[in-house]
């Protein structure tokens, strides 16, 4: 079965500080995709990141980073000096290497970043 | 350009009766798919369409589910009879078609509350 674990239900930050949303997944596939979306209190999900699971290296956009350990099974994504407009609920989700593009999502994450 | 658009926005209705949700994708993505997301939790997958191929319905939750598709254009979701824990809401996503994987585009969803 394919699963998909956020782990941290809440995290409240303040402004300008780093933070980490974990994400941790069972597949028996070798082959699938890792996603990451941001889900803002307008309710609109917002597509933030794709890796494939032949593709270990570590992502940098901006603020936003994301480490892929497939050791671990582990995709974790992580904010730099957080700002208030990063409040949001955080999605995890993967997808088989099937082209069908289900996603199967994990709980969310909610972050609040206070001034 | 236009992004997924779904109606009506909320939905109230009483225990029992048949509701219709519909989701109009962007313009010329084959694949549309239906998620449901309960308060709190992360989104269930509940049917995939992709071009004129038969629909995957391996997500719908029970027989009082059902969904169709005409062609590559509006989608609709139906709910017969529907109970307390239809509550929810009701995302819709397209992409583009399978020459190349692309990420989903979610609409901004449906309220449904069954009283």
């Known amino acids: 079965a394919q699963k998909v674990t956020q782990a941290q239900t809440e995290i409240s930050v303040v402004e300008k500080e780093d933070v980490t949303l974990d994400c941790v997944y069972e597949t028996r596939d070798t082959t699938y995709y890792l996603f990451w979306y941001k889900q803002p209190p307008s309710g609109e999900l917002v597509f933030l990141i794709r890796?494939?699971?032949?593709?270990?290296q570590n992502e940098i956009s901006g603020r936003y980073s994301w480490n892929f350990q497939k050791s671990t099974s582990s995709f974790n994504f992580t904010i730099t000096a957080s700002q208030v407009v990063d409040s949001a609920v955080y999605f995890c989700a993967l997808s088989p290497w099937d082209n069908t593009g289900k996603l199967i999502f994990g709980q969310g994450t909610t972050l609040q970043v206070k001034p | 350009g236009a992004g997924v658009s779904q109606s009506p926005s909320n939905k109230v209705t009483e225990k029992g009766k048949d509701v219709e949700l519909r989701c109009d994708p962007i313009s010329g993505h084959t694949a549309l798919y239906w998620y449901r997301q309960r308060l709190g939790q992360g989104l269930e997958f509940l049917i995939y369409f992709q071009g004129n191929s038969a629909p995957d319905k391996s997500g719908l939750p029970s027989d009082r589910f059902s969904a169709e598709r005409t062609g590559e254009s509006v989608s609709t979701l139906t709910i017969q009879r529907t109970q307390q824990e239809d509550s929810a809401v009701y995302l819709c996503a397209s992409r583009p078609g399978l020459a190349d994987y692309n990420e989903q585009f979610f609409g901004p969803g449906t309220r449904l509350t069954v009283l």
């Open positions: 890796r494939n699971s032949f593709d270990e």
